[in-house]
């Protein structure tokens, strides 16, 4: 059995998304729903999924909430919600008690696009990532590695809540550059309460001519950094599909964790998620 730990759906006649701009994103600009996934996850051996927010608006949350609770696919839900408000405990456990609240595992926000690097230390922010902590939820980390240390800072500062690293934390493939980013996810890697998806990494390489000897150096690094039992396989369909299949990327998860035993590659494609998630 598979869990992939990172997709998205959306539906382009219920809201926009406002991020999919310019020729190299246009093949996204359409709907993507879990009907159109699911015959792909399971052709790929897929049987459970964590659906995760894909922009900062309130309604999508209770949307993919719904979605889980009526889907034997979709197994838990990565939503979002305003951090910074002052009522976010209050928030969250009222998207606890929605249809579809009890599939609430994590919660995510497009940390790449703020401007300030130490966005996550600011007071504010701080005090909503422990509400998360206390709601006994995950908190995705979508980041640049330049953002990487404010990570590695927050996470210690904050032990008691599960930090989920998406997409490796973005590492330059297509330019082949390594450091500073490994030495700064390897910092992030330190802290306990820290796990990476082993996800996205397609899209972050040459769309058009990677192979797997691009990414195996950024794989290794994590595997060598976190471990297999803190890092779990991520589809990240439908983005990734600008480069691979759905099918090309979960062959992608074995060929990148062959040297593994058969038990650390099951904690990759499966163990990992379903703990962290609880699945």
Not at 28 to 52: S, W, Y
Not at 131 to 158: F, K, N, R, S, W
Request: proline residues 7%; glycine residues 8%; charged residues 25%.
């Amino acid at each position: 059995m598979t869990v992939d730990a990172h997709h998205h759906v959306w539906d382009l006649s219920v809201r926009d998304q406002d991020w999919i701009t310019g020729p190299e994103l246009q093949p996204l600009r359409r709907n993507f729903t879990v009907a159109d996934l699911e015959p792909e996850a399971r052709a790929a051996g897929v049987d459970r999924t964590v659906l995760v927010q894909t922009i900062t608006v309130a309604e999508e949350t209770p949307e993919f909430l719904a979605l889980a609770r009526d889907s034997a696919l979709v197994g838990g839900v990565v939503g979002w919600t305003d951090l910074t408000r002052p009522d976010v405990a209050d928030e969250l456990a009222r998207l606890g008690e929605l249809p579809g609240g009890a599939c609430l595992r994590g919660i995510r926000h497009q940390v790449q696009g703020e401007p300030d690097p130490a966005w996550l230390l600011r007071p504010e922010v701080r005090r909503g990532l422990a509400a998360v902590a206390a709601a006994g939820l995950a908190y995705d980390l979508l980041v640049l590695p330049h953002q990487l240390p404010a990570c590695a800072e927050i996470t210690a500062a904050l032990p008691e809540l599960t930090f989920v690293l998406d997409h490796l934390g973005k590492p330059p493939i297509a330019s082949g550059e390594l450091e500073p980013w490994a030495g700064r996810v390897r910092a992030l890697a330190a802290q306990p309460n820290t796990v990476c998806k082993l996800s996205g990494m397609v899209t972050e390489a040459d769309l058009a001519k990677w192979t797997a000897d691009d990414l195996r150096p950024y794989a290794d690094t994590v595997l060598d950094a976190f471990g297999p039992g803190r890092l779990m396989f991520g589809s990240d369909w439908p983005v990734c599909t600008l480069a691979a299949t759905y099918g090309q990327v979960r062959d992608l998860a074995d060929t990148l964790t062959d040297g593994l035993s058969d038990h650390e590659r099951a904690e990759v494609l499966e163990g990992t998620a379903t703990r962290v998630y609880r699945l």
